[in-house]
C-alpha cells in the first residue's frame, strides 16, 4: 500500500516526513531528570497517517507548548513492523527506482534510538527489517545488496565493518558530488550475513572493554545491478541513521566532558537544520555545517525522502522536549519568519539551539513594503519566471543580456528582447537601470545569472546563481518573497528585482565601512552551493576581478552621454571572456570592444562620496576574495601567519582542502573552521587594514 505522502502548506510533497517514537515506560532505564512531564494525550484526527497529529502534555516546562504537531505518532502498543509497513515500505519502492532514502531517528539519551533502528537479536530493528524485505526485492529483480556501516564521532567518519575502525574521507567532487573515500561497501547476501556484520559491532566493543561510545551510527543499503562488482551499477541507497542521543551540555553527569557533548550537539543541530531547510524548500541547505551533514549531502537532498523518527520516553524530560520540539519545527517548516531569521543569522547552532534564537524565529519581520507592493512583486515574479524559462531553451552556449532603462523602456526592451531570446527584467526602481545578464553553461538547466541593478539611490550586483531550482514556479516565487526586505533594505526601494541572491557589490552613500562588510556577509549567506558556479570561477579569472571589470563597463557605458546605453553595448562590456563571446547573430558588431585598461571615471553623475563609496566597497571585495583565495591554497606556515589561525585550525584547512579543493568560498565558510561572525570580522579588520599601517 502506497503511502500518501504529506505536503507542505505551499502544496509541495515534504522531503522530511516527521513522525514520533513513543518508548514504553516499563522499558525505560531512564536518564536521570529533575523534572518530567508525561504525554497526556495524541490526537490522530480520523486516524489518517497523512494528516497531522499533535501530541499534548500533562504538566508544562518552560517555554512549552500545550501541544506539537507531527505527520504522525506510532504509540507504545503499535509495533517496529506496523512503522515498517506504513512508513519504510514506500521508502524502499522508492529506492529501487533509484533514488535514495534516510531513516533518522534522533532524540534524548535512551529514549530508544537504538532499539528502534537495530533493535536486538530477538527483537529486530527497523534496519533488520528492512534488509529483510531488501533482500527479497533485490532477489526477485536480478540485482544486488551491498552494505557500509558507519560512524561519525568528533568530525571524523569512520569505517566500522571490521575491528579496525577506518577514518572515512568526506570527498567532495568538481560537480558537488560526495565521495566516501575508504567507506567499504561490504556484499551482502542473506539476512544472517548482514546481521552477523550489524550486530557483531557491538561485540567487538565489549570484548575490547571499550566504553560505548557516543556517537552517530548509520547503515547504508546499497541497490546495485551487476553481482558481486559493488563499485558500480548502483541504484539507490537505503540510509539508517541512529543519532547519538541529545543531552544538555551544561548537565555534564555522564563522564562526557561539555566539549564532547557540544561537538555532538552540534552536529545534531547541523542535520535538524539541513531537514528544516529542506522541509521549507530554502535556497541554501546548509549541508557543510557538519561532517554528518556534508557525508549525506546526496543522500538528503531532494528528490530523496527522509524519514525523521522522534524517540521519546512516555515520561519526558527537558531534552526530550527538546528535541520535540525541534522536529515539529521541522515538520511544518513553512515558517517564514523563522526562515528569514535563520537567514539573517550565523553559526551552526544559530537557527535551533537557543530559546532567545527559537523566539528571534518567531518574532514577525520588520516588512517594508505594504501587501500592495507584494502582491506587484509576485506578479513581477511570474512574469519573469516565464521569461526564463523561455530564454533559457535558446541560451546554450550564450550568454545573454538585456538592459531596462527608466520606466517605459523598461517594458519595451524586455518584450523586445524576449523576442530575441533575451531577456530584460521589467522593474522600475525610481530612475533605475536594470541590466540582467544570464549566462549559460553546459547544461540548459544548469544556467547563471546575474542581475545589476543601479538607481540613483545605490547600485549592486546579485548574483542569481542556480536557474535548475527556479524551475517552479512556486519555488521562484517563495524564494523571491523571502529575499523582498534585504532587497528592500539594501536598496532602499519598495520593490526588488532578484532572489536567490548573493549581493557581492554595493556602492551605497549610506553605507559605512562596518555596515558594507556586514551586508557582504549577509549577502554571502544567501549564497547556494552551486557546483555550476564553482566550476566557471574554476576556469575563469578571480571573481572580483570579473565584477570589477563588469561593473566598470557597465558604467562607463551608462555614463558616456553621447553612447545611449542600449543592450549591445552591455553585452559588448559583457563579454570580456573569450570563452564567453556570445553567439548571437544580433550582438555581435561591437563584441570585440574590450574592458578599458583602466577603470572608467565612477564620478560622472554621483556625488563624491557615492565614487568613494564605489571605490571603497569593490576595494572591500576584492580584498576579501583574496583572502579566500588564499586560506584556500596557502601552505600550513603561511596560514600561521593570519591572525586567529594557530596550528590546528591551519592543519583543519588543511584537511580541508584535502576533502573539497575550494572549501572557502565565501566568508560564512569561514564559521566550518570554528570562527564566529565577530571573529571573521575581526581578522578581515586586521588583515585588510594593516594595508594601511
Ligand atoms: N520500544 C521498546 N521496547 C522495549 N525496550 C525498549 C524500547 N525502546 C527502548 N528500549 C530499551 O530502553 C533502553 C534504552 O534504549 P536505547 O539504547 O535504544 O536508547 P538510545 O536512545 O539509543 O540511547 P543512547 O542515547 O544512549 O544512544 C534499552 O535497554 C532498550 O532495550
Known amino acids: 500500500m502506497e503511502t500518501k505522502l504529506p505536503m507542505t502548506s505551499h502544496g509541495r510533497e515534504k522531503a522530511v516526513r516527521v513522525v514520533a517514537r513513543i518508548k514504553p515506560s516499563a522499558a525505560y532505564p531512564s536518564v536521570k531528570s529533575s523534572s518530567s512531564s508525561a504525554v497526556s494525550s495524541v490526537h490522530k484526527p480520523n486516524g489518517d497517517k497523512s494528516e497531522a497529529v499533535s501530541i499534548s502534555f500533562g504538566a508544562q516546562f518552560p517555554g512549552s507548548k500545550d501541544s506539537y504537531k507531527l505527520d504522525y505518532c506510532y504509540e507504545e502498543h503499535e509495533t517496529t513492523s506496523l512503522i515498517l509497513t506504513m512508513e519504510i515500505k514506500p521508502l524502499i519502492s522508492t529506492v529501487f527506482e533509484g533514488k535514495d532514502a534516510n531513516v533518522i531517528a534522533h532524540g534524548a539519551r535512551c529514549s530508544g534510538k537504538t532499539h528502534l533502528i537495530q533493535g536486538s537479536e530477538k527483537e529486530p530493528g527497523l534496519a533488520v527489517l528492512t534488509m529483510d524485505e531488501m533482500l527479497s526485492m533485490a532477489e526477485e529483480r536480478g540485482y544486488s545488496i551491498s ?47 548482514f546481521k552477523e556484520l550489524y550486530f557483531g559491532l557491538k561485540k567487538t566493543q565489549k570484548l575490547k572493554g571499550e566504553p560505548p ?125 523563522m526562515a528569514n531569521a535563520t537567514k539573517k543569522s550565523y553559526g551552526p547552532a544559530r537557527s535551533i539551539s537557543s530559546s532567545s534564537v527559537a523566539q528571534r524565529r518567531q518574532t514577525p519581520l520588520n516588512v517594508t513594503a505594504s501587501s500592495k507592493q507584494r502582491t506587484e512583486l509576485r506578479g513581477n515574479v511570474s512574469e519573469r519566471k516565464i521569461k526564463l524559462n523561455t530564454s533559457t531553451s535558446a541560451i546554450k552556449g550564450r550568454k545573454l543580456f538585456g538592459e531596462a532603462n527608466g520606466s517605459v523602456k523598461s517594458k519595451n526592451n524586455s518584450k523586445k528582447m524576449e523576442g530575441k531570446e533575451m531577456m530584460a527584467v521589467k522593474k522600475e526602481i525610481f530612475t533605475s537601470k536594470v541590466v540582467l545578464n544570464v549566462q549559460s553553461s553546459a547544461s540548459e538547466e544548469e544556467v547563471c545569472s546575474q542581475f545589476i541593478v543601479t538607481d540613483s539611490q545605490s547600485s549592486f550586483l546579485v548574483k542569481e546563481n542556480s536557474v535548475p531550482a527556479l524551475s517552479s514556479s512556486n519555488n521562484l516565487q517563495d524564494t523571491l518573497w523571502k529575499h523582498e526586505e534585504r532587497f528592500s533594505e539594501a536598496t532602499n526601494c519598495v520593490d526588488a528585482v532578484a532572489c536567490k541572491a548573493q549581493i557581492v557589490e554595493r556602492d551605497d552613500n549610506r553605507s559605512d565601512a562596518e555596515e558594507g562588510l556586514t551586508l557582504f556577509c549577509e549577502g554571502e549567506n544567501l549564497e547556494k552551493e552551486n557546483t555550476n558556479l564553482l566550476a566557471n570561477e574554476i576556469t575563469s579569472p578571480p571573481l572580483s576581478l570579473r565584477l570589477q571589470e563588469l561593473s566598470n563597463n557597465l558604467k562607463s557605458i551608462c555614463n558616456t552621454s553621447n553612447q545611449p546605453s542600449t543592450p549591445e553595448k552591455y553585452q559588448a562590456a559583457l563579454t570580456k571572456y573569450p570563452e564567453q563571446v556570445p553567439e548571437h547573430g544580433d550582438i555581435t558588431a561591437e563584441a570585440e570592444l574590450r574592458t578599458p585598461e583602466r577603470s572608467m571615471p565612477l564620478n560622472v553623475g554621483f556625488s563624491p562620496w557615492k565614487t568613494f563609496s564605489a571605490h571603497s566597497s569593490k576595494l572591500k571585495n576584492s580584498a576579501v576574495g583574496e583572502y579566500l583565495k588564499f586560506l584556500n591554497t596557502a601552505d600550513k606556515e603561511d596560514l600561521k601567519k593570519l591572525k586567529g589561525i594557530g596550528e590546528k585550525r591551519a592543519t583543519y584547512i588543511v584537511e580541508l582542502r584535502q576533502e573539497s579543493p575550494e572549501p572557502f568560498k565565501k566568508l560564512d565558510d569561514l564559521k566550518d573552521i570554528g570562527l564566529s561572525e565577530k571573529q571573521i570580522k575581526g581578522m578581515l579588520r586586521k588583515e585588510i587594514g594593516d594595508i594601511f599601517q
Do not use: W
Open 213 to 337: 561510545l557516543r556517537s552517530h551510527r548509520g547503515v547504508m543499503i546499497h541497490v546495485t545491478t551487476n553481482g558481486s562488482n559493488v563499485s558500480s551499477g548502483s541504484i539507490g541507497r537505503m540510509n539508517f541513521l541512529d543519532l547519538a542521543g541529545y543531552e544538555d551540555s551544561r548537565k555534564q553527569n555522564n563522564g562526557l566532558g561539555p566539549l564532547e557533548i557540544t561537538r555532538i550537539n552540534k552536529s545534531i543541530y547541523a542535520l535538524q537544520n539541513v531537514m528544516y531547510s529542506l522541509n521549507a524548500n530554502e535556497s541554501h541547505v546548509p549541508y557543510r555545517e557538519s561532517k554528518l551533514t556534508r557525508m549525506l549531502k546526496d543522500c538528503l537532498q531532494r528528490p530523496n525522502r527522509t524519514l525523521l523518527i522522534t524517540c521519546l520516553p512516555r515520561e519526558l524530560s527537558q531534552d526530550s522536549f527538546y528535541m520535540l520540539n525541534l522536529a515539529s519545527r521541522i515538520c511544518l517548516g513553512n515558517n517564514r519568519a
Open 147 to 193: 552494505v557500509s556501516v558507519y560512524e561519525v564521532c568528533n568530525e571524523t567518519v569512520y569505517d566500522i565493518s571490521d575491528e579496525e575502525k577506518r577514518a572515512v574521507s568526506v570527498l567532495e567532487g568538481a560537480q558537488g558530488k560526495i565521495q566516501l573515500k575508504g567507506l567499504s561497501k561490504v556484499h551482502v547476501k542473506s539476512l544472517s550475513e
